[in-house]
């Protein structure tokens, strides 16, 4: 990555610039944000997408690659600067219940989609001292 700077040069930061950047910015979330979940999208319009996306969902050529997000909220303890949504536990066993609960809903999309699609993005969200007890 190239920068405008030579290599022992640094940018200055005046007052000026600081005062510019000083203001309330997004914090990182998922995509599609929170305010993007309506009521009006239930059930049978989910299941309607799902299907649209398996028979190739107007790409030329086939499907687009999948995208891919699984957050695992559980922690044996706590980074102050994490806005996640977790449980804080040493107790492993906490987790089986949500961990069988994502099994199932894993295997009711590739129900839905197929197995062996690409998937172009994959990303987790599993605490930096995640369990010893998470499955593959």
Known sequence: MSTPY???ERPIVTEELLRRLDVNGPRYTSYP???????????????RALDQRAEGGGVIGGSSPLSLYVHIPFCES????CGCNKVI??????????????????ALHVARLGSGR??????????????????N
């Open 89 to 106: 536990t040493k107790h492993h066993e906490r987790a089986t219940e949500y961990l069988d609960a994502l099994e199932k809903e894993i």
């Open 33 to 47: 944000t929170a305010d993007r979940f309506v009521d009006a999208f239930g059930p049978e319009d989910y299941a």
């Open 6 to 8: 030579a290599p022992t």
């Open 78 to 81: 706590l980074c102050y600067y």
């Open 118 to 135: 690409w998937c172009r993005s994959c990303t987790s969200a599993v605490a930096r001292r995640p369990f010893s007890a998470m499955r």
